[in-house]
């Protein structure tokens, strides 16, 4: 563990291997360790877990989830030009990093560490242009609980925000707020100022912590996607009539579902959304045994 700490400051193999961030890949290099460090701290203990990583980079948050013990590390990098940054790690990790060229985006995760036992974990300082996309692919699985504890994920302030909010904070609660409350519970650790990056970006950064619910409530992640999507894509209209493009009578589905048709979605929790995404499969069903009847 203590060898990597032989290794030369981040700036430096920055500046050797001429890594210069990239915009199109939503690259934000971190050099302080001491915040790295931090952040590999809110993952809680490290002890016997694998984290898997996204979009390491250079490894500046590698380099910190294994000197804060983490059993193993498995960073998912689309970048080649980061590769010999990370391989400069992997030989003074004692095994416990690997590193892997590809999209996130189009890995499968739980593939990928079914393998391994004991608990694992995600953290990443995520690439901005593919935070939220990921996120929403995790908690769209059909497998539930998943096969991670715990996600602990950088974001832009404002993303974090739209994360966490309830339908007290009408401006940032939305599609994003139901998905990941639904099967999480979530909450903001601490920001991480733009001055911390290289180069800085224009946004103040959040660390936010995702827990999985044992036992959400029953749902079809994909439906309940497809309501969200409905009801805030014209959240300044009343539900009655947001939800008219779902293929079934919106009254009879907001029937159904126990839910006066004159509120807006800002107005109504998550468990609603969830009895609507159930009663919209049930009148899909219904609609096609009829269908099949006939």
Known sequence: MSDVNSLPPLREVVESFELHAKRSLGQNFLFDINLTRKIARAAGSLEGVTVVEIGPGPGGLTRALLLEGATAVIAIERDPRCLPALEQIKVVSDE????????????????????????????????????????????????????????????????????????????????????????????????????????????????????????????????????????????????RQSLKGLGVDANTLLEISKIEPTLRAEEIQVHDFVRLANSLAELRSSSQQNQNHD
């Open 96 to 239: 416990r990093l690997t590193f892997i060229e590809g999209d996130a985006l189009a890995t499968d995760l739980a593939a990928l560490t079914a393998h391994i036992s004991g608990p694992k974990r995600i953290c990443a300082n995520l690439p901005y242009n593919i935070g939220t996309a990921l996120l929403v692919q995790w908690l769209e699985t059909d497998v539930w609980p998943p096969w991670f504890d715990r996600m602990t994920l950088m974001f832009q302030r404002e993303v974090a925000e739209r994360i966490v909010a309830t339908p007290q904070q009408r401006v940032d609660y939305g599609r994003l707020a139901i998905l990941c409350n639904w099967r999480c519970s979530t909450r903001i650790l601490f920001d991480v100022p733009a001055s911390a990056f290289t180069p800085p970006p224009k946004v103040t950064s959040s660390i936010v912590e995702l827990v999985p619910r044992e036992s959400p409530l029953p749902c079809n992640g994909k439906l309940l996607s497809l309501v969200t999507h409905a009801a805030f894509g014209q959240r300044r209209k009343m539900l």
